[in-house]
T-cell receptor
Framework: AQTVTQSQPEMSVQEAETVTLSCTYD???????LFWYKQPPSRQMILVIR??????QNATENRFSVNFQKAAKSFSLKISDSQLGDAAMYFC??????????FGTGTSLTVIP | GAVVSQHPSRVICKSGTSVKIECRSL??????MFWYRQFPKQSLMLMAT?????????EQGVEKDKFLINHASLTLSTLTVTSAHPEDSSFYIC???????????FGSGTRLTVV
């Protein structure tokens, strides 16, 4: 079974600074997708960024970028120029070839004004 | 963009009763929907995969008879919690495969409280 591990239950960052959230996963599959989702207090899951495992190039989406290390099974999220609105719970997720998602335990991000 | 509507957003029911949660894809057809459960300050746990016109596939440890899933149309999947007990109190979220750029859209969730 696929497992996703987020070792940082809580993180904080000063507004306008950069923060990196860690994620590792375990799988025997070679074809899969990785995601970062944001869950604000409203509990709505919002897609932040995704990465296809077959792509070597790291995905970027405005202030959000990932460091995907396939051999190490690592998928970290970097948030640059942090904003107050970035404060939320962040979940790393793995999607297998059966289209099922498996989520990490989440990292609660606090942005300090 | 793709929208998934989940209803109700909150429900309180008495122990022993059943409650139905609906998940609708509003502007696309969803042959596959997924149901998750999230305990406070915890991750989303996949409960089952719902396929239109066929039986749902349940994850290990999820009671099929307790969590009934019906996906009778391409735009609607329902999760019925039968004979609810306080330990079933949780946040339930559905998602649907929309076939778009990112492929999956989540509903806004249902907070179930069993008293």
């Amino acid at each position: 079974a696929q497992t996703v591990t987020q070792s940082q239950p809580e993180m904080s960052v000063q507004e306008a600074e950069t923060v990196t959230l860690s994620c590792t996963y375990d799988t025997s599959e070679s074809d899969y997708y990785l995601f970062w989702y944001k869950q604000p207090p409203s509990r709505q899951m919002i897609l932040v960024i995704r990465q296809e495992a077959y792509k070597q190039q790291n995905a970027t989406e405005n202030r959000f970028s990932v460091n995907f290390q396939k051999a190490a099974k690592s998928f970290s999220l970097k948030i640059s120029d942090s904003q107050l609105g970035d404060a939320a719970m962040y979940f790393c997720a793995y999607r297998n070839t059966g289209n099922q998602f498996y989520f990490g335990t989440g990292t609660s991000l606090t942005v300090i004004p | 963009g793709a929208v998934v509507s989940q209803h109700p957003s909150r429900v309180i029911c008495k122990s022993g009763t059943s409650v139905k949660i609906e998940c609708r894809s509003l502007d696309f057809q969803a042959t596959t929907m997924f149901w998750y459960r999230q305990f406070p300050k915890q991750s989303l746990m996949l409960m089952a995969t719902s396929n239109e016109g066929s039986k749902a596939t349940y994850e290990q440890g999820v009671e099929k008879d307790k969590f009934l899933i019906n996906h009778a149309s391409l735009t609607l999947s329902t999760l019925t919690v039968t004979s609810a007990h306080p330990e079933d109190s949780s946040f339930y979220i559905c998602s649907a495969r929309d076939g778009g750029l990112y492929g999956y859209t989540f509903g806004s969730g249902t907070r179930l409280t069993v008293v």
